[in-house]
Nanobody, 124 residues
Framework: QVQLVESGGGLVQAGGSLRLSCAAS????????MAWYRQAPGEQRELVAA???????TYAVPVRGRFTISRDSAKNTVYLQMNSLKPEDTAVYYC??????????????????WGQGTQVTVSS
């Protein structure tokens, strides 16, 4: 019913930049907020950045000043611009959307929906 597809991950040297994209599609009634999480090997998944419908943003302390989250509401897409990347930023990055979707043509349901993840590797 709903799909979130991430793209833009890859291998980059320390100090470099990457831009991640996440496009949501399907029976979406409304997107309330979108966020990026990451999970490094052996670690728990952690919030990186989030953005609300109104444009309010939140960032994890380790990425403040280096990462920027933005969204294109018309395209149901969220972006994560990552600059000054460090080896410790290496992780699988996941997109999450808190959305209300249409169920069985007439019902509505609000829930969190996740993408499949994209690998970001920063070499030293």
């Amino acid at each position: 019913q709903v799909q979130l597809v991430e793209s833009g991950g890859g291998l980059v040297q320390a100090g470099g930049s990457l831009r991640l994209s996440c496009a949501a599609s399907g029976s979406i009634f409304n997107i309330h907020a979108m966020a990026w999480y990451r999970q490094a090997p052996g670690e728990q998944r952690e919030l990186v950045a989030a953005i609300t419908t109104g444009g309010t943003t939140t960032y994890a302390v380790p990425v403040r000043g280096r990462f920027t989250i933005s969204r294109d509401s018309a395209k149901n897409t969220v972006y994560l611009q990552m600059n000054s990347l460090k080896p410790e930023d290496t992780a699988v990055y996941y997109c999450k959307g808190y959305m209300t979707i249409v169920v069985n043509t007439t019902g509505l349901r609000a829930n969190d929906y996740w993408g499949q993840g994209t690998q970001v590797t920063v070499s030293s």
